[in-house]
């Protein structure tokens, strides 16, 4: 089974909507999906909400179709444990799936609890092992474990530990993506997304696709 392997906006250092004043230091959207197209990604996440157009999704799907690249899915982040981060998350979530309406292929909101930025959720390929059944979709981050010995040290919060370089191109850091390979085959998988803190640049881009490409495919 081949598994399509999609990117995601964060991997060109996006971390904020449109409406965030430091969207200022984002590279625009639609450079974003042009150079996604040029790298030979078809697929993409939309990153975080509000920084792809979504007023109306034909301008979305417009310049999504006219770069040939697929949108798979959403990202949404909350404190689940929180009754306001709740509420805004479930408000944002059916903002979200009206949009993911317009595109058929995109069937996919990732959830990020807090607990993704302490970077100590569990061993990723014994938890989808025991998931497997019920997970058709990945979003990986792989993670340099040296810096994040430092940031447990150091105390440092999750944003400066990705100025530190903490997330690193897949198959450089934590995960075993050989382990990984063994653990996907012959589950129904029907794709996943790199979606490092490690900034895409032409230099690492293609071949950072074709790495992730041999490690998951063989």
Known sequence: MAIKIGIAPDSWGVWFPASDPNNAKQPQ???CLDEMKVVGYEGCEIGPWGY?????PKVLKNAMDARGLTLVGATEGGNFLDDASVEQMLKDIDDISKLLKAFPSAKYIVLLPPMYTNLAAGEPISFYKKWAKRIPYIHFKDCDLAVKAKMDENKWSFAKAVTEDIMVEPGKGSIDFAE???ALDGEKVEGVVDSGSDVVTP???EKRLATLDKQLNG
């Open 29 to 31: 959207w639609w450079r």
């Open 52 to 56: 792809m157009p979504n007023d109306d």
């Open 180 to 182: 990984m390979h063994k």
């Open 203 to 205: 230099d690492n881009a």
